[in-house]
């Protein structure tokens, strides 16, 4: 009698548990039709929030319900919205039909969010694979609803510590979810960086495969200051560095128990791409290639070919033509990733003008000390005049001061504080108004937010506004 | 009268600077030279203390993540005790931020119970809650005796929570945010001319005033005579911190 009540019970709360997702999936559509019929505002993240608090495995569910879909994480402190953009466009290529949180939506609710834009009333997904870029923090989380066909993780730098703690903090969260991966998952890692080959043998069950740029590609041999993982993750040691390509990811082994790379580790020679500029999106293209590779069983020269015309994502060296100038908006949020972003201003020709914003909202981090971890010659040499805007725009330009060397002496005119080379003021508008005005016609505006700065200069730079 | 020299020791440069560290020693050396100094930046590294190391004028340490603290820390009780100690009680000015304040004290209770050795300079101890509690994180003010005309502006960021001995000063006091350990309302640890303080910012570049009170320390301290140093304007720096200070205060209240 007993077993019998406990199979009953099991199967009465299964079909509540199954019918509230198709109860939610039926109301959050409806409410979505009716808010974008209503122009309220797209809200990419309510729905995946509303599903999640109603029922906690919902993605899980879904994930339950759609067996053979094809799916592929991605996650990294930089890289995931372009990668992710890369890998989606490469599988689509190869006549898959897949579906991506493409708004940079990377948290569950997110998530939740497109799973519910792409499913049908009763819950199925029509489509071949899943792309998902995932939040670093969240990873853990994601990792207990769905099992994976790929997990790529490209690299893990300190940022935005007010939120995630320490960087140490997601290391030993991901080690404990990566124990639990099966074969079942490729997990595609970087190996230039030590902290994921240390990762990558800690989990043993699951399929490794590793991805780098090739040495000689590498331009460094001393490590910079935006570098944070220099010891070895598997006895403290400190690493050797025979070649560095930014921050911490290198050619490097360690002196006291040999941990390196494997010599399987893949490379690929350097595409030429006219877009997708900088070291870092050769690593974003390499690891890219990979999967294609493991998931789509694509010769790597066939994924180049696919891959070499894509568009960057939005706010990563996204053009724009404004008012007769080139601007190019590239998202800098953190130390590593600034340097990486910077450095795409040697391969920007002619004469250039920069545009730094800093903000110090939830997406960015609210703490600013990071900024003087960052060294800004490279926008110091090729700028004649350095724009700086944003919720701390004073900490910007206290920070190139010091980097120059110049006193701290502003003058104020019409709200703007006028230094050496250097012209503040916290009002994007008004900033990047003035940049564009004095921008010469043959010159490239270069404009490197934090996030939210990115996501509120884009609609200023695409609204009508400043089009006249 | 030759140009004064300044050495300026910054212990565990790789080791200890997740956050920002370096802009305090930035601050620091700029704002000697411009007062007419002559200066030099000493890195301390892991390892015995040299002859060098010993003519420090000034002493600056920053924060690590754990597994970078666990090295500094074994280094630190092996080999750098005695140098400390004979600097701070001889008065030579230092900062000490986050990770390096804690490893002053006399002891560190981690997250899982373990208790550590500190270098037990300053009487005090922390305490890491567990990894359940909330970190104490935040936007911080404070007012500090040592600089009665001015607030000081910074960003916390720590899970331990430091309980200051009897008779220990603090640096200040905290106006808004947490502090020490978010019951006492103290913030840091003023011991001599060495200061103790959780604040990122990182500390110096907003309130360089802090920077000016330790070079001047350095070099009075260095040539027994009383220093009369031209630092420059910090009208920038006291716009931008009032500022900030009216947008914390609006935040916790709106």
């Not at chain 2, 005033?209 to 040539?223: G, M, P, R, S």
């Amino acid at each position: 009698m007993g077993p019998l009540f406990l199979d009953l019970f099991s199967w009465i709360r299964y079909r509540v548990v199954y019918m509230s997702v198709n109860l939610l999936i039926i109301v959050t559509k409806l409410v979505s039709f009716w808010i974008r019929l209503l122009g309220l505002g797209s809200g990419s993240t309510w729905p995946g929030e509303v599903a999640l608090r109603m029922n906690r495995r919902f993605i899980r569910t879904m994930f339950n319900r759609n067996p053979s879909l094809k799916t592929v994480l991605v996650t990294g402190t930089n890289g995931k919205t372009t990668t992710s953009r890369l890998i989606t466009h490469l599988l689509g290529q190869t006549g898959l039909r897949v579906i991506t949180n493409d708004t940079g939506a990377n948290l569950l609710n997110g998530i939740a969010s497109m799973l519910l834009t792409g499913s049908t009333w009763n819950g199925r997904l029509p489509y071949d694979a899943v792309v998902i870029e995932v939040d670093e923090n969240v990873l853990p989380l994601l990792l207990q609803d769905v099992e994976p066909n790929a997990l790529v993780v490209l690299n893990l730098f300190r940022d935005q510590l007010d939120r995630y703690g320490e960087v140490n903090i997601v290391s030993v969260k991901w080690e404990n979810a990566f124990t639990k991966l099966t074969k079942k998952t490729k997990l595609i890692l970087n190996g230039n960086d030590p902290e994921l080959l240390f990762l990558g043998e800690k989990a043993s069950n699951a399929a490794v495969h590793y991805f780098g740029i090739p040495k000689a590609a590498m331009p460094e041999t001393k490590l910079g200051t935006e570098a944070d993982q220099i010891f070895c993750p598997r006895c403290s040691h400190r690493l050797d560095f025979s070649a560095i390509a930014y921050s911490h990811l290198g050619s490097y082994s360690c002196p006291h128990c040999g941990l390196a790379a494997p010599s399987t580790i893949f490379t690929m020679a350097r595409p030429k791409t006219t877009q997708l500029l900088g070291l870092f999106n050769f690593y974003n293209l390499t690891a890219a290639v990979l999967t294609g590779t493991l998931v789509a069983d694509l010769k790597p020269a066939e994924a180049t070919k696919f891959l070499v015309a894509v568009a960057p994502a939005f706010g990563r060296q996204e053009q724009i033509t404004v008012r007769d100038r080139t601007i190019i908006l590239q998202l800098a949020k953190n130390p590593a990733g600034f340097h990486q972003a910077m450095s795409i201003l040697d391969e920007i020709p002619g004469e250039k003008r920069v545009v730094l914003l800093l903000n110090d909202r939830i997406p960015d981090g609210r703490d600013v000390s990071w900024i003087w971890d960052v060294d800004f010659s490279p926008v110091v040499k090729v700028a004649k005049t350095i724009y700086l805007g944003g919720d701390r725009a004073e900490d910007l330009a206290l920070r190139l001061e010091y980097q120059q060397g110049h006193s701290i002496t502003f003058t104020q005119e019409d709200g703007f504080a006028l230094g050496n080379n250097l012209v503040v003021n916290r009002s994007l508008s008004a900033l990047i108004d003035r940049a564009i005005d004095e921008t010469p016609a043959k010159a490239t505006l270069v404009i490197f937010p934090t996030y939210s700065a990115m996501l509120e200069v884009r609609q200023i730079l695409k609204g009508s506004s400043l089009n006249a | 009268m030759p140009k004064p020299t300044l050495t300026i020791g910054w212990f565990y440069p790789d080791l200890m600077n997740t956050y920002g560290d370096l802009g305090n020693v930035t601050v620091l050396k700029q704002r000697a030279i411009w007062a007419g100094i002559d200066v030099k930046i000493r890195r301390v590294d892991l390892g015995a203390v040299t002859k060098e190391d010993k003519t420090i004028d000034l002493m600056i340490m920053g924060g690590a993540q754990d597994r970078q603290q666990a090295i500094v820390s074994e280094d630190l009780l092996k080999h750098k005790r005695k140098l400390i100690e004979t600097l701070i009680q001889g008065g030579t000015p230092a900062l000490f931020v986050c990770g390096a304040y804690q490893f002053m004290g006399s002891h560190y209770i981690t997250a899982e119970g373990s208790v550590l050795d500190g270098l037990n300079i300053f009487d005090l101890y922390t305490e890491h809650p567990g990894t359940d509690t909330e970190r104490l994180v935040g936007n911080v003010v404070l007012k500090s005796e040592l600089f009665p005309d001015t607030t000081i502006v910074g960003f916390e960021n720590h899970g331990g929570r430091t309980y200051l001995g009897k008779g220990m000063k603090s640096f200040a006091d905290v106006v808004n945010g947490h502090g020490n350990n978010g019951t006492d309302r103290l913030e840091g640890v003023l011991y001599k001319h060495a200061i103790g303080t959780y604040l990122h910012g990182p500390l110096l570049p907003k309130n360089p005033f802090i920077a000016d009170w330790l070079v001047t320390k350095a070099i009075e301290h260095k040539y027994q005579q009383p220093a009369r140093l031209n630092f420059p304007s910090v009208e920038f720096e006291t716009t931008l911190r009032d500022r900030l200070i009216q947008q914390i205060q609006t935040e916790k209240t709106g």
